[in-house]
């Protein structure tokens, strides 16, 4: 999974829709929205992560 840190809703979902049509899992956040992602995630979820943008 590759998960997307931005305010803009334009780029997270964006990015989201790029990397879905290469079948790569994507997760976009806001700032604030990523920080209790990070709190709340499941340890298999926060494992899963390839990379941060």
Do not use: K
Not at 7 to 15: A, H, K, M, P
């Amino acid at each position: 999974m590759i998960v997307i840190v931005d305010e803009r809703e334009l780029v997270t979902e964006g990015y989201n829709s790029l990397f879905d049509r290469e079948g790569i899992a994507c997760a976009g956040f806001a700032s604030g929205e990523f920080g209790e992602w990070v709190n709340s995630a499941a340890d298999t979820d926060l494992r899963s992560v390839r990379a941060f943008l």
